[in-house]
């Protein structure tokens, strides 16, 4: 379908700020808008101009390659004007409070903002205080939309559905914003949802999601679908979780043997940056039942999803088409 002939999606929303609060029908759009990304990015030509004139911020206080370089060539195939604010030289260094940058960047009129931010809660603060679109692209352990979006369209895109597959998270649940998005997303749309991690990494009350919660690894990935691992965040974490890398590879790392015990075409998926023999071995993860690679295409395609829906809802934004 062509630009033109597609219909009005249907996305009230002003700010994408995590899964929870998306309805089912609403996240089946941004899925098949993402689809249609894909079929205009394996082309030779890739632009196209409904952004233009736009200006789009990336405001990143986390350090990412992944995810900012996904929205930058998202919102410049789009035709926006897109800048990528340096956290590390900036006024933010120098004392700015998270409101005073919010203001500051209120008085250049970007149409849309991409933050990402170490403390859950702040991209919807910093929502509040503008008056621009904002996407949340990762908020402390809070919740990382377009990343459950991209996950959940790989999958769609590999086994034809989402609803009644057996889909099992392993590794650090504790520390990802990850695995909270993708277990809200993926329930929403019919899956059956695992978490597989040792005590010390699994967030107390995680079964009041709905999941099923197991501690061996063995046990969690019986039967499953779709495989799907977190990176260890070492960097998160404010005291021992794990006895050691070695040890942690040895229970819950991601290797054939651990892999065989899930479905034959099961599929192993992972966010990225991944941990080589810490979360994942590399015969697993260069695999031919390995998604990792598709994964970061179906990004740079959800991303140009969302831009577009929340485009339609900023002032003069009907002509998005």
């Not at 819950?252 to 990225?272: I, N, Q, R, T, Y």
Request: proline letters at 4%; aromatic letters at 4%; charged letters at 25%.
């Amino acid at each position: 379908m062509t630009a033109n002939a597609r219909p009005k999606l249907d996305f009230p929303h002003r700010h994408l700020l995590g899964i929870e609060g998306l309805s089912p029908f609403e996240m089946a759009h941004l899925l098949d808008l993402a689809d249609e990304a894909v079929d205009l990015n394996r082309q030779v030509r890739k632009e196209r101009k409904t952004l233009a004139g736009r200006t789009q911020i990336n405001l990143f206080f986390e350090n990412s390659t992944r995810t900012q370089s996904s929205f930058e060539i998202a919102g410049k195939r789009l035709g926006a004007d897109v800048m990528n604010m340096a956290v590390a030289s900036s006024s933010i260094k120098k004392g700015e409070t998270l409101l005073d940058t919010a203001a500051t960047l209120n008085a250049m009129h970007p149409d849309l903002i991409v933050v990402r931010h170490h403390a859950a809660g702040a991209v919807h603060l910093l929502a509040r205080k503008v008056d621009c679109a904002v996407i949340n692209a990762g908020d402390g352990a809070h919740e990382h939309p377009t990343q459950a979006l991209l996950d959940a369209l790989t999958i769609r895109r590999n086994k034809g559905r989402i609803e009644g597959l057996i889909v099992a998270i392993c590794g650090d649940v504790l520390h990802s914003r990850v695995a909270r998005s993708n277990i809200i997303l993926l329930q929403a749309l019919g899956a059956r949802v695992r978490v597989i991690g040792p005590s010390t990494l699994l967030p107390r009350g995680i079964d009041r999601f709905g999941v099923e919660v197991f501690r061996n690894m063995r046990e969690g990935l019986k039967d499953a679908d779709i495989v799907m691992m977190l990176r260890l965040q070492l960097e998160r974490m404010n005291g021992s979780f794990v006895p050691s890398v070695k040890e942690y590879f040895h229970f819950f790392g991601l290797d054939a043997e651990k892999l065989s015990w899930a479905k034959p075409d099961a599929l192993v998926m992972h966010p990225g940056p991944m941990n080589r023999g810490v979360e994942i071995d590399s015969e697993v993860a260069d695999g031919a039942q390995s998604l990792i690679r598709e994964q970061v295409e179906m990004g740079v395609a959800v991303r140009m999803a969302v831009l577009e829906a929340l485009a339609r809802n900023l002032p003069n934004g009907g002509g998005v088409s």
